[in-house]
């Protein structure tokens, strides 16, 4: 099992380009093509059972629908009018609440979180709202407990849910450092409540989806009677298998909405449009914040910032039991590319990197086949994976910084940077890997006397290299 379902698949090193900004110039029916090769190839390669996609510019609709199947047994397609879980998704709803609490004076970013949840043990620190909305706030995470997944059939109240983790020692101190936190938007969604008066759905509805029109977003229900809701997938052992039941209330306001691509697409534009907070409140969910050191890390109030040819991106993902989710917004040319998916077995970020790309005009990086990756990773020794094990740290385009390790979990070998999340690397050969989320990214090592001296790693048309460091 998992880890955690609706975390964000955060991007290692997201939003480095070098290029310089070229407006999409597309047409409708050259993108349609590639668009529908690219989602059949996914479709093809994660034998996720459906996907459906909406990619706007403006007021061009470049691609709008589905393929495959929202419901296996019944033999359903899925439309741009399915309605998906979109797990973490949720945080962007949850911080522009907070957001619009902020701008109604009933709520401070720099507010203690005793204020409004005063039964949560901050063991002596103070956590602020704004650390809860940067994860940045060092309380644990609840998916990460042991007990939780022990209850997924049972309805928990939020304060059961904070529980799992209210014990626990916090992870860094408040504001020294970033690690991504269920546990810190679902005090967030108790924040919502206590400020406003009124249930997280409940405010939600009045506040965003109602007055936007978004006429199929909902808190999930658990057990959806609708047809229009999508069946949720995962990976088994003999296959494609109906995804393992969890109740609704336990993402709460980190993961608990569902919409369709039509709906989100709606929101991304009504949110970075000033219709749902100010424009000030925008940009500080979608800048990349600082801790109390100075140094940058790679997320805003619940959105990811990035940069592809010269455009500002504004990104997020979203997994849960069942269901994988991406977007990405680019504001200069009002372009949303959306993918929602009834699979937790690989996530559609990539296939949202590539119509980004095509959307631009560049050509799609294309993954190895699952059975090439397969046997490449297999061939990496033992010896070798240790010779590569260690710290090194990356310098940067900026100038800035940046340690990384690599290390092994249980079989797998993995990268982390500083203050992101850990991801698996997939041997290339001649000790050169790459992540699942990238297709296009590389790492390659130096070797020297059977030891690895350096790191390159390629993104995004940017080449940085970081020496071993003891």
Same mark, same amino acid.
């Given at each position: 099992m998992k880890r955690a379902f609706f975390l964000a698949g955060l991007a290692l090193l997201a939003g480095l380009s070098s290029a310089t900004a070229q407006h999409s110039t597309i047409t409708r029916d050259a993108f349609r093509l590639r668009a529908d090769s690219l989602v059949l190839a996914y479709l093809a390669e994660s034998h996720a059972p459906g996907a459906s996609f909406a990619v706007i510019r403006g007021n061009d609709t470049l691609a709008f629908g589905g393929y495959g199947l929202a419901n296996v047994d019944a033999s359903k397609a899925p439309t741009a009018a399915t309605i998906y879980e979109i797990g973490s998704n949720t945080k962007q709803f949850t911080s522009a609440a907070i957001m619009k609490l902020v701008e109604q004076g009933r709520v401070k970013l720099d507010d203690d979180l005793s204020k409004y949840v005063p039964q949560f043990p901050l063991q002596g620190r103070k956590v602020s709202i704004h650390q809860l909305l940067t994860h940045t706030s060092g309380i644990h995470d609840y998916t990460s407990s042991k007990e939780w997944p022990k209850t997924w059939n049972d309805p928990l109240s939020p304060d059961s849910i904070i529980r799992f983790v209210a014990a626990d020692t916090f992870d860094f101190a408040p504001g020294s450092a970033y690690r991504y936190d269920n546990t810190g938007y679902v005090l967030l969604g108790m924040v919502i409540e206590k400020a406003s008066g009124q249930k997280y759905a409940d405010y939600l509805n009045a506040q965003f989806f109602k007055p936007l029109g978004l006429r199929q977003t909902s808190y999930c229900p658990s057990r959806p009677s609708d047809p229009a809701f999508a069946l949720g997938y995962s990976k088994? /052992?003999?296959?494609?298998?109906?995804?393992?039941?969890?109740?609704? $209330? *336990?993402?709460?306001?980190?993961?608990?909405?569902?919409?369709?691509?039509?709906?989100?697409?709606?929101?991304?534009?009504?949110?970075?449009?000033?219709?749902?907070? $100010?424009?000030?409140?925008?940009?500080?969910?979608?800048?990349?914040?600082?801790?109390?050191?100075?140094?940058?890390?790679?997320?805003?109030?619940?959105?990811?910032?990035?940069?592809?040819?010269? *455009?500002?991106?504004? $990104? *997020?993902?979203?997994?849960?039991?069942?269901? /994988? /989710?991406?977007? /990405?917004?680019?504001?200069?040319?009002s372009l949303s590319i959306v993918v929602f998916t009834n699979y937790d077995g690989e996530s559609p970020q990539r296939v949202v990197q590539n119509l980004l790309r095509v959307a631009y005009g560049e050509a799609p990086v294309v993954a190895s086949p699952p059975r090439a990756r397969a046997a490449a990773a297999t061939s990496l020794s033992p010896v070798d994976r240790d010779a590569i094990v260690g710290s090194y740290v990356l310098k940067l385009p900026n100038g800035q910084l940046l340690p990384i390790k690599f290390f092994i979990d249980g079989a797998r070998l993995m990268a982390q940077a500083q203050g992101q999340d850990a991801n698996e690397l997939q041997y290339l050969g001649n000790y050169a890997f790459g992540v699942a989320f990238d297709p296009a990214l590389r790492f390659t090592f130096t070797m020297d006397a059977g030891k690895a001296t350096k790191v390159t790693l390629l993104q995004g048309g940017a080449t940085i290299e970081g020496p071993r460091v003891p």
């Open positions: 088994g /052992t003999t296959g494609t298998e109906r995804a393992k039941f969890l109740d609704q $209330s *336990h993402p709460f306001a980190a993961g608990a909405l569902c919409a369709t691509v039509g709906d989100f697409v709606k929101w991304q534009r009504a949110l970075a449009g000033g219709k749902v907070v $100010s424009p000030a409140s925008y940009a500080l969910m979608s800048t990349a914040d600082t801790l109390n050191s100075g140094r940058k890390i790679n997320y805003g109030f619940g959105l990811v910032p990035g940069e592809f040819n010269g *455009h500002k991106t504004v $990104s *997020h993902t979203g997994g849960i039991p069942g269901f /994988t /989710t991406a977007a /990405t917004y680019v504001p200069d040319d």
